[in-house]
């Protein structure tokens, strides 16, 4: 069974930066997501790390958003800098079931997902 678990989110003012931490337990594979989710909105993608050490970012979030593994902690993170009210919302890390998948962007391609973490940035 598969276990990821988010740490590091709060409360930000605009132009600060933060960094999410994602561990995961279990025979998780190396790829990881990161979506978040504002209210009343829809789960989006931000950025994924291939096992291979690819990445990919949404538009909104390239140049500010860095998505890094550390591998001796099965942990992976996202420096977020420049941060903009419009980054607020719940971010989750998501592994997917298998080794390769095919865009890493999309939600139904990851079985397994965290509970999440707050990122609330403020004007």
């Known amino acids: 069974q598969v276990q990821l678990v988010e740490s590091g989110g709060g409360l930000v003012q605009a132009g600060d930066s933060l960094r999410l931490s994602c561990a995961a337990s279990?025979?998780?594979?190396?790829?990881r997501g990161w979506f978040r989710q504002a209210p009343g909105k829809e789960r989006e993608f931000v950025a994924a790390?291939?096992?291979?050490?690819?990445?990919v970012y949404a538009d909104s979030v390239k140049g500010r958003f860095t998505i890094s593994r550390d591998n001796t902690k099965n942990t992976v993170y996202l420096q977020m800098s420049s941060l903009k009210p419009e980054d607020t919302a719940v971010y989750y890390c998501?592994?997917?079931?298998?080794?390769?998948?095919?865009?890493?962007?999309?939600?139904?391609?990851?079985?397994?997902w965290g509970q999440g973490t707050q990122v609330t940035v403020s004007s």
């Open positions: 998501a592994a997917p079931g298998r080794m390769n998948i095919p865009t890493m962007t999309l939600p139904e391609e990851y079985p397994y």
């Open positions: 279990g025979r998780a594979f190396t790829t």
């Open positions: 790390l291939r096992w291979s050490g690819g990445t």
